[in-house]
């Protein structure tokens, strides 16, 4: 599953990305059209227009995360590692000074941004990382931030370790905060 070198950090495997992306897209699908041309809408905006509501897919985030939460409800302490590893990379990567220009946000608000980025799934995630200027101001879906890493604690009563070598938490990534 995940590369694993002694001593170095693991990143995770091309199957975790996959899988945690699938049940991204998963989750979504369960939940009908109406939150995908949504999100699509989001994905191919102009950013400087008005013409799509920011805050439109807000009252389906909870419905989403708990479709992810049943998908996930029987995966073994090793699968909710890997999918944690993913989710910590994933949020790593857009610790970014260009994207928190355009979501604000203190510690835990620019974390939940960049959870809404991750959550809006693999096509909006790599349109933020390409165009910031994709990526909705005040936007939040802290849940999805620790979500594998609650699940896990919850069903093997402690949390993973992903042995990444990195944090999720804002400003922790000093490739996205060069000057």
Known sequence: ???????????PG????????????????????EPAALRRALRERDPAADDVDPDALDEWLSP???QLCALAADLSSEELTALDRVVERKLYDLDRADVHAVT???DDG???ARGHIVALGRE???AVRANPALAVTDAECESLCY???????????DWPRTGSGISR?????????RE
Request: glycine letters at 8%; a negative charge; proline letters at 3%.
């Open 169 to 177: 938490e804002s400003f922790n990534n000093p490739d996205g905060w």
């Open 14 to 33: 091309v199957e975790d990305e996959a899988r945690f992306w699938a049940m991204v897209e998963a989750a979504w699908e369960r939940l009908g059209p």
């Open 104 to 106: 604000d946000g203190s």
């Open 147 to 157: 979500l594998f890493a609650h699940l896990h604690d919850k069903r093997f009563g």
């Open 1 to 11: 599953m995940s590369v694993s070198v002694d001593g170095v950090a693991k990143l």
């Open 110 to 112: 620019f974390l939940y």
């Open 64 to 66: 989403f995360v708990e």
């Open 124 to 126: 909006f995630y790599e």
